[in-house]
């Protein structure tokens, strides 16, 4: 079993509906990491976490650190946020989930 | 556009050859971090650097070597390629130590350089 797990492992969406892409791991960690990953392969960092929430723009991160689990939510959800999101996770070393391929159709 | 540059974007060479790629950090930033990412495995943590020194090593080959240079750009060198090192290699820069014992600081990615090894 892999140490992070990202669910679900593709996903499809309509215009303007609200996604969850889901991030557990079973490692005690320092810090998680979202990044966005655009289909020509550029990497973007879009939140590192260590407790509670953040917020940008329409994307929302969560991570509850007794349940060793992160949440990433994208409101209002829009064609150029197609793209793969990964999580990593701190703890003796970096791990990467295997990303969550999210396609956005208008 | 994140800051760091890498080079070259695309690299296509023949097996067994060797090949150097090349990463600026942001300004500040002290780390860099060398990725790869194949299409099977996903992205994999090579090494790490702060400041000049080694800092932190994943997944690197022996065939591979890195370095950070005084003025704090890295080197990637890839040696005796085969076909399975065809990947896309990042480089991430951050300011502080990165991944030494408990610590994390938010890291930046280059664009990438894609190696394709014919």
């Known amino acids: 079993k892999n140490e992070v797990e990202q669910s679900p492992q593709n996903l499809t969406a309509q215009e303007g509906e609200f996604i969850t892409i889901n991030c557990s791991y079973s490692v005690g960690i320092s810090a998680l990491h979202w990044l966005q990953q655009h289909p020509g392969g550029g990497i973007v960092s879009l939140f590192m976490l260590s407790s509670g929430k953040k917020k940008h723009g329409r994307l929302i991160a969560t991570i509850n650190i007794q349940e060793k689990h992160s949440s990433l939510h994208i409101t209002a959800s829009h064609p150029r946020d197609s793209a793969v999101y990964i999580c990593?996770?701190?703890?003796?070393?970096?791990?990467f989930g295997t990303g969550t391929r999210l396609q956005v159709f208008p | 556009d994140s800051g760091v540059t890498q080079t070259p974007k695309h690299l296509i060479t023949a097996t067994g050859q060797r090949v150097t790629l090349r990463c600026s950090p942001r300004s500040g930033d002290l780390s860099v971090y060398w990725y790869q990412q194949s299409l099977d495995q996903g992205l994999q943590f090579l090494i790490q650097y702060y400041n000049g020194e080694e800092r932190a090593k994943g997944n690197i080959l022996e065939r591979f070597s890195a370095q950070q240079f005084p003025d704090l750009h890295s080197e990637l060198n890839l040696s005796s390629l085969e076909l399975g090192d065809s990947a896309l290699y990042f480089c991430?820069?951050?300011?502080?130590?990165?991944?030494?014992?408990?610590?994390?600081?938010?890291?930046?990615f280059g664009p990438g350089t894609r190696l394709t090894v014919l």
């Open positions: 991430a820069s951050s300011v502080g130590g990165g991944l030494a014992g408990g610590s994390y600081n938010e890291q930046f």
């Open positions: 990593a996770v701190k703890s003796d070393k970096l791990i």
